[in-house]
């Protein structure tokens, strides 16, 4: 699976983007699929994740409230709507495809991984 982010950006504190993935291969309808982030200086950390179906969904404490992770099989896409945005959200946001079904927080589980995409939060 091959995976494109796009959506990133530069936004004040307290604004909203929507990161997309687009994913290609037929095998994505059948991974969960998750979103990690890097700060500088830091590692890389789980943000997201969805289930193969988009019925079942984890989230990091630090987003939790704060973002929706989702996906549209029929577009063969996944999105991250991020709201109520902070200067700790700063990173690279990634788009990252498991090897499972199930919901995994584990990025050993994710076996492709996107570019990354810049989010950018100013105070």
């Known amino acids: 699976v091959q995976l494109v982010e796009s959506g990133g950006g530069l936004v004040q504190a307290g604004g909203s983007l929507r990161l997309s993935c687009a994913a290609s291969?037929?095998?994505?309808?059948?991974?969960?699929m998750g979103w990690f982030r890097q700060a500088p200086g830091k590692e890389r950390e789980f943000v997201a994740a969805?289930?193969?179906?988009?019925?079942?969904?984890n989230y990091a404490d630090s987003v939790k409230g704060r973002f929706t992770i989702s996906r549209d099989n029929a577009k063969n896409t996944v999105y991250l709507q991020m709201n109520s945005l902070k200067p700790e959200d700063t990173a690279v946001y990634y788009c990252?495809?498991?090897?499972?079904?199930?919901?995994?927080?584990?990025?050993?589980?994710?076996?492709?991984w996107g570019q990354g995409t810049q989010v950018t939060v100013s105070s």
């Open positions: 969805i289930n193969w179906s988009g019925g079942s969904t």
């Open positions: 291969g037929r095998t994505f309808r059948w991974s969960a």
């Open positions: 990252a495809g498991s090897s499972r079904g199930i919901v995994t927080t584990a990025p050993s589980d994710f076996k492709s």
